[in-house]
């Protein structure tokens, strides 16, 4: 039987409000003919994930209105893996 995640889980929907966002955003800059590099897809994987990383390590309270969960930030990060994979995919 495989495990699926409950969708009450604070985590989960954090992570795909964050996947569906840059899903979103790369709907939207498709439409307009836009596309980002493989360099600055890469880019933001990385900003996605050391910005998870912070959030998970760190003891303090990170109060703001822009201030993200781990999970959401991984599923931003998962999201643009995807999007790496589907132009690498579409441009080889």
Known sequence: MQNTPMRNDPAERDYEAGFGRIMWLSEQ?????WR?????LIHEIVQRERAARIREKSS???VGSEVRSAAWNRGQADALRNLLRIQRENYD
């Open 36 to 40: 980002l590099s493989e360099r600055q």
């Open 60 to 62: 303090l309270p990170i």
């Open 29 to 33: 800059a498709r439409l307009h003919g």
